[in-house]
């Protein structure tokens, strides 16, 4: 029987409770759902291991895997075996927190089976990946020291017991990732160098003689503040990488690192200046992205406009050119967009455009009426002739959206639940290459970027 998280059979149970409640006495339809029996003799084991221990539940605080009861299928039977619990001991003077593990067993009863412990005042985040290539899933456990300081343990789970595979001590984030694709997941630690007298580090811990080994290092961009998200990634000449993007004094930027014959390398740090100066980027909420779809990752460069009215007091607008990395850090430019992160759009740009001659502006006039636009300008004399109005793409969110939808020649690009997004084009203007059903194609709405790296 495929088992499910308590707080899934929870919410089933009270679906079902109040689908019939129309037919049940009316003391009957304060009666709280019936769990089945495995989850109420689990319930009953792991309450009568807290009374023993004297413990409370543990917060979680990032990452996908935030619930306090989370039932595993570690060894990938398809059958969810295990559950985990996360305690916190009040009392306990030394390794505070605890991950309880509780198999079921042939008789469906679970039975405590391990107990994972570590120092701190809460627990950071939690995953499960296959560490050591033999198809089950090991444990991560960020345990919380204090702000900003972990320490990031891993442990091979059998029906006996656990195993410590690693333990240390850092202070920016985590990820996972099979970079010498030998088929099993291995850690990439992030380490910020507080002393300033060393580097910002990337330390590679592979699966090696039963043990996660630091097996080696490479330098991140000096003058980090924050890692801001990390995620895997194919280069452009196919190399997987691991694409790291930093928060600096300046902006944001992204180290991009690979594992070749000498160990883990950062190909895109300037030795000289110590910065990723080639991936480095402002002015912009957008991130790494495959912007293309053709399975690389390509990194935002945005470049200001001119705009249409010099004199105006209006915010700056920018296209973004997007450019991919290859393993000897040198790039190449594969798009051209504009992002309205206000609007939630963005429009990739023709290849044929002429980008010299665009320029952009926002006019928020009707925002009162449920209305947004941006104004694209053609403008291929700069010195003598007047910027003149070819594309406008509206954002209506106002209760007559749909009738203003197609008002005024205006043609619909998008809609959602809530929102339509319009366009007018006026070719005679400028005959941009396209009309109205190719620059739908081109239209994408924006949504959120998640972040690939565990805290």
């Known amino acids: ?18 689908s019939g409640c129309i037919f049940e006495p009316v003391d009957n339809l304060y009666a709280p759902p019936a769990l089945p029996q495995e989850y109420r003799d689990l319930q009953n084991t792991i309450d009568a291991t807290m009374s023993e221990l004297g413990a409370e539940y543990a917060t979680i605080s990032y990452g996908s895997n935030t619930s306090t009861i989370q039932l595993l299928d570690l060894n990938g039977d398809g059958e969810q075996e295990t559950a985990a619990v996360f305690l916190r001991v009040a009392s306990a003077e030394e390794k505070p927190m605890r991950v309880c593990l509780f198999r079921q067993g ?49 442990y091979n789970v059998n029906g006996s017991g656990a195993n410590q595979l690693m333990s240390t001590t850092y202070n920016e984030a985590y990820t996972t990732v099979d970079l010498d694709q030998d088929g099993s ?31 080696s290092t490479a330098p991140l961009s000096d003058g980090m503040k924050d890692v801001i998200r990390s995620e895997s990634g194919r280069l452009s000449d196919g190399t997987l990488g691991v694409y790291v993007t930093l928060e600096t004094e300046n902006g944001w930027l992204t180290d991009i690192l690979v594992l070749d014959r000498a160990g883990l390398k950062n190909v895109t740090r300037d030795e000289e200046s110590g910065v990723s100066l080639l991936t480095s980027w402002t002015n912009t909420e957008a991130v790494t992205n495959d912007i293309n779809n053709d399975g690389v990752l390509e990194i935002p460069r945005p470049q200001l406009l001119t705009p249409p009215d ?106 959602d639940s809530d929102t339509i997004y319009s366009v007018v084009l006026d070719a005679k203007v400028w005959d941009c290459g396209l009309d109205e059903a190719g620059l739908s194609q081109r239209f994408r709405p924006i949504t959120a970027a998640w972040s690939a790296n565990n805290r």
């Open 106 to 154: 042939e008789d469906q009863t679970y039975r405590q089976s391990a107990m994972l412990e570590g120092d701190g005042t809460s627990i950071n985040s939690v995953a499960y990946e296959d560490l050591t290539g033999d198809g089950s899933r090991e444990i991560i456990v960020s345990w919380q020291l204090s702000a900003g300081v972990h320490t990031l343990a891993a």
């Open 310 to 415: 010099p004199d105006s007091a209006a915010a700056s607008q920018y296209l973004i050119y997007w450019q991919q990395i290859d393993s000897k850090g040198k790039s190449a430019t594969s798009g051209i967009t504009y992002h309205s992160f206000t609007d939630r759009w963005y429009l990739i740009l023709p290849t044929g455009w002429d980008i010299n001659n665009i320029t952009v502006a926002r006019d928020d006039s009707l925002s009162g009426r449920g209305e947004r636009s941006v104004v694209f300008y053609y403008w291929p004399d700069r010195e003598e002739g007047e910027p003149r109005r070819f594309l406008t793409i509206y954002r209506l969110t106002g209760s007559n959206r749909t009738a203003r939808s197609t008002m005024s020649g205006r043609t619909v690009l998008y809609s």
């Open 1 to 18: 029987m495929k088992r499910r998280f308590l707080s899934a059979a929870l919410g089933a149970a009270l679906g079902l409770c109040l």
């Open 185 to 215: 997941q291995e850690l990439l630690v992030f380490q910020q160098d507080t002393t300033g007298e060393g580097y910002n580090l990337a330390e590679y811990h592979d699966y090696q003689n039963g043990v996660l080994t630091l097996a």
